[in-house]
């Protein structure tokens, strides 16, 4: 990892954040892309107090396709061809699908989806012209294959469901240049987005909601810490997971394994 240029895409906070700052403890070259520039410029140097080889903040909008490939040509001009991509950049914004505007679904689905593919064709490309592999790994979400009992999350899901099968189509078509696709699946994660669309006055109310509820349905008992998800991003994307490819690493502390009958 001390020698790997890793590309991290929703890195201002967040699970992004966190892995910016697990790779940058084990030496790596962390490019630090977010759509907000100072968030970016504080976790590069976050990244190198931390003994990252080197850290540069790349501002970017990942649903523009100029932006992306803007990004990946200046993370090849200051840090070299990435060996790794964390592609995490993501939104959320949950409705009625009947209250649901065609803007915010259009929204979800630039930049969760639309914005997934940009990042990973330009790291694909990269590897292809290299001719050498290189692991990518995708944020999905339990919504990909479940329904979420509080309701509203139809573009949400969508979005990951998409996510997901990209996943899997893309690992086929790239095993044989040695380029290997896979997925992590965060649970209920204590950042930020865990509270989008929250107005600011009722935070601190929704989140002790929030970690009652993880408290009594998650099996473990609690949110995930950014820091738990990152560490499996940072397994996927290193060699000790060489033979690992189109697959779902789920850490939902047992969610997703837990019945809804007690009975």
Request: hydrophobic share 45%; with cysteine.
């Amino acid at each position: 990892m001390s020698t790997d240029t890793v590309v991290v895409t929703g890195a201002g906070s967040g699970i992004g954040r966190a892995t910016c700052l697990a790779l940058a403890s084990r030496g790596a070259r962390v490019a630090v892309v977010d759509i907000d520039g100072a968030a970016a410029r504080t976790v590069a140097e976050e990244s190198l107090r931390t003994g990252a080889a080197a850290a540069i903040p790349v501002e970017c909008d990942v649903s523009s396709e100029m932006a992306v490939q803007a990004a990946f040509e200046q993370v090849g001009v200051e840090l070299g061809a990435p060996s790794g991509t964390f592609a995490n950049a993501g939104i959320e914004a949950n409705a009625p699908l009947h209250q649901l505007s065609s803007a915010t679904w259009q929204q979800m689905i630039d930049v969760n989806l639309t914005g997934l593919f940009l990042t990973c064709r330009e790291a694909v490309r990269l590897h292809v012209a290299a001719g050498r592999g290189g692991s990518i790994v995708c944020t999905s979400s339990p919504a990909a294959f479940i329904g979420h009992s509080g309701g509203g999350n139809s573009a949400y899901a969508a979005s990951k469901g998409g996510i997901s099968a990209f996943v899997r189509s893309t690992a086929i078509d790239y095993a044989s240049h040695g380029i290997r696709v896979n997925a992590v699946v965060p649970g209920a994660t204590d950042t930020a987005l865990l509270l989008a669309g929250v107005d600011d006055d009722e935070r601190d109310v929704a989140a002790e909601r929030i970690r009652a509820a993880a408290r009594e349905q998650v099996p473990l008992g609690r949110l995930a810490r950014p820091e738990e998800i990152a560490a499996a991003v940072v397994w996927l994307l290193s060699d000790d997971s060489s033979y690992v490819t189109g697959t779902h690493l789920v850490c939902d502390g047992g969610l997703m394994a837990k019945s809804a009958n007690d009975f």
